[in-house]
């Protein structure tokens, strides 16, 4: 059903005409419009791995961001939200670098790299 027709049946039954005039059959059928509206919008398209070998463009907020850093590099890090904690008792180093890496491993955003391609920023995982 398209939104077309969806945004007729919504007017004929819309809650600023006379409500107490609607039909229950036009009530149920605007309710079953709307649920097939909202049936199709959730159908999104499975996702789909893409290989990691060549550069990848940036995403819409990676392309904000390298281009803010473009027009001021003074201000790079104005993003960074830097932070510290104590450690109170022993620790173990290793453990902690273990960890790290493996934090790292899991999160790609953790990876990527930002390089010009042709003239084009592209990102490198």
Do not use: C, D
Not at 4 to 16: A, D, G, H
Not at 75 to 102: C, H, V
Request: glycine share 2%; net charge positive.
């Amino acid at each position: 059903m398209s939104l077309e027709t969806l945004n007729k049946k919504q007017q004929k039954t819309s809650p600023v005409t006379n409500n107490s005039t609607q039909s229950v059959a036009a009530k149920k059928e605007l309710w079953e419009a709307m649920r097939t509206v909202i049936s199709l919008q959730n159908q999104a398209p499975p996702l789909v791995s893409v290989s990691r070998e060549n550069p990848l463009p940036l995403s819409f907020p990676q392309e904000r961001l390298w281009f803010l850093q473009q027009l001021e590099p003074s201000k790079a890090a104005a993003y960074n939200m830097p932070f510290g904690f104590r450690i109170s008792g022993s620790l173990n180093p290793l453990a902690l670098e273990q960890s790290l890496n493996e934090l790292i491993q899991r999160h790609e955003s953790l990876r990527t790299t930002f390089t010009l391609v042709e003239g084009q920023p592209t990102q490198v995982i």
